[in-house]
């Protein structure tokens, strides 16, 4: 082959002399995958927080209304220690109304001393509990202060954490979306990495492994066909000695345009090289696909732009680079030259 096949412009979007910038797109990716990976487990960790801040909220509630009807059958019971009290204040009244009664009759005084004191001995023992209970009931009705008290902090704190709880379940949620953009961008990245940013074809590289991946697809189904097209860019090195390397490149990004004017969107364009170019089109006979690449060139050769073209259909066996040296050996036929050591 000519030797002005390997001879691209400068700045011509070489895959390999712009392996730099795909290893910094594909270094980006990665990054951008931790980076999702690590804002999906702090999502997950959040959610954790929220749900241990709901449980902590219901247990507060439970203990609120535990207080609560704590603090209810303190009340009752400081009612009821009100009223035994006071019954008994009235009983020792009557003991000592008795008493006194008694204590009148002089002449039965002695008959009677023993009954007023076992009397008067009742009424103090009755007075003295009615006392406790009166201070129970003190130390009840003060409990009870107590525990309402601390139900509406419980209650209080109930509150934060369900505030805090939804927080969290805000921020796992905007961590969700931080990693789906991560992935967005670490797709975009990966896609950037393996685009050729003179022509917009795929990188060698990478196009080598959807070619693959075309190879594959075609012996998984049945009646599948996959045609390859080599194409040569011919006089580059010419244009980029007598023109510059600018006129070289506008060359390039017109080729490629006009050989994707030809293909669908789903077809695989790859540039190969300098001047080199691949396209893989699936379901199309090999005469088919001439056909429209001799348009091709008829066309750029009429503009000044003229190109080499070989064509060659998948076989049973085909790695992808025999299919892609095939298309280059009928490039060569084409050209009437030996194919190149």
């Not at 905007?174 to 074809?201: I, N, V």
């Not at 390039?252 to 030809?262: T, V």
């Not at 089109?281 to 060139?297: G, I």
């Not at 080499?308 to 259909?313: L, T, V």
Request: with cysteine; charged share 40%.
């Amino acid at each position: 082959m000519d030797d002005d096949r390997h001879e691209g412009s400068l700045s011509d979007g070489d895959p390999q002399t712009s392996s730099d910038q795909g290893l910094s797109d594909g270094e980006s990716a990665r990054a951008r995958e931790r980076a999702s990976c690590l804002r999906d487990l702090a999502a997950l960790s959040r959610e954790d927080i929220a749900k241990q801040r709901d449980e902590s909220s219901s247990r507060r509630d439970g203990s609120s209304s535990h207080r609560d009807e704590s603090s209810l059958e303190r009340d009752e019971s400081s009612t009821w220690r009100d009223e035994v009290s006071m019954s008994r204040d009235e009983v020792a009244d009557g003991h000592d109304q008795e008493a006194s009664d008694l204590d009148a009759r002089d002449d039965l005084a002695d008959r009677h001393t023993l009954r007023v004191e076992e009397l008067r001995g009742r009424s103090r023992s009755g007075r003295t509990r009615a006392a406790d209970d009166r201070a129970r009931a003190r130390q009840d009705r003060e409990h009870s202060e107590g525990d309402r008290e601390h139900a509406g902090d419980d209650r209080e704190h109930s509150g934060r954490d369900r505030e805090h709880a939804e927080g969290d379940r805000g921020h796992a949620e905007e961590d969700r979306e931080h990693s789906e953009g991560d992935r967005d961008l670490a797709g975009d990245d990966r896609e950037h990495s393996g685009t050729d940013d003179l022509t917009g074809a795929r990188r060698r590289g990478v196009g080598i492994e959807e070619l693959e991946n075309e190879i594959k697809r075609a012996r998984r189904e049945s009646d599948s066909r996959l045609v390859a097209a080599f194409i040569d860019v011919d006089g580059l090195k010419a244009v980029n000695d007598i023109e510059g390397h600018n006129a070289g490149d506008a060359l390039l990004r017109h080729i490629a345009e006009r050989i994707r004017r030809q293909m669908r969107s789903y077809d695989l364009f790859v540039r190969l090289g300098g001047d080199e170019f691949l396209c893989a089109l699936p379901n199309v006979t090999l005469v088919e696909t001439q056909a429209r690449f001799d348009r091709l060139r008829s066309d750029l050769a009429g503009s000044g732009s003229p190109v080499s073209i070989g064509c060659a259909e998948l076989r049973d066996g085909d790695s992808a680079d025999d299919l892609v040296n095939r298309a280059d050996g009928a490039l060569l036929a084409s050209r009437g030259t030996s194919r190149r050591a």
